[in-house]
């Protein structure tokens, strides 16, 4: 059901982005959104560039609040990159349902029954795992 609904989300008019800059992540937009495998989401972007991303990974980068916090008071006691103490080696952690919000992110509503997180566009790309998109970084 919830693949249905990634194909509603608006991309926006062309229109609206006449002073659209190519390889500005704060302009990005996904041209597609799409279940790349059964522990794995795909984004073809405008720019043409595509990102696949493991669940997993985008369940413990999640951008909620209480998740943030618990990156933060976790920060003092170690120096690693800070990401959400969920069961780490579960495959089976994936979305039960995506929606979009406005025309400017998505939900997703977890197997472990989280859905506070609001994934922007914008965090999305810069949440780019590919080799090219991690030398940016």
Known sequence: MWRELL????????????????????????????????TALSILW????????LYEDL???????????IRKSTQEKSSFKRVIPITIDNPDI????????????????WSDRHSTG???FQFLRELCPCEKCSVQK
């Open 59 to 69: 369940r413990k980068h999640c951008p909620c609040a209480s998740c943030d916090h």
């Open 7 to 38: 194909q509603t989300i608006p991309t926006g008019c062309l229109e609206c982005w006449k002073d659209y800059k190519v390889g500005n992540p704060l302009q990005m937009k996904p041209n597609e959104i799409s279940e790349f495998s059964d």
């Open 94 to 109: 994936k979305p039960r349902n995506i929606e979009p919000v406005g025309q400017y992110a998505i939900r997703f509503y």
């Open 46 to 53: 405008d720019d043409g560039h595509q990102s696949i991303y």
């Open 118 to 120: 609001i994934y922007t």
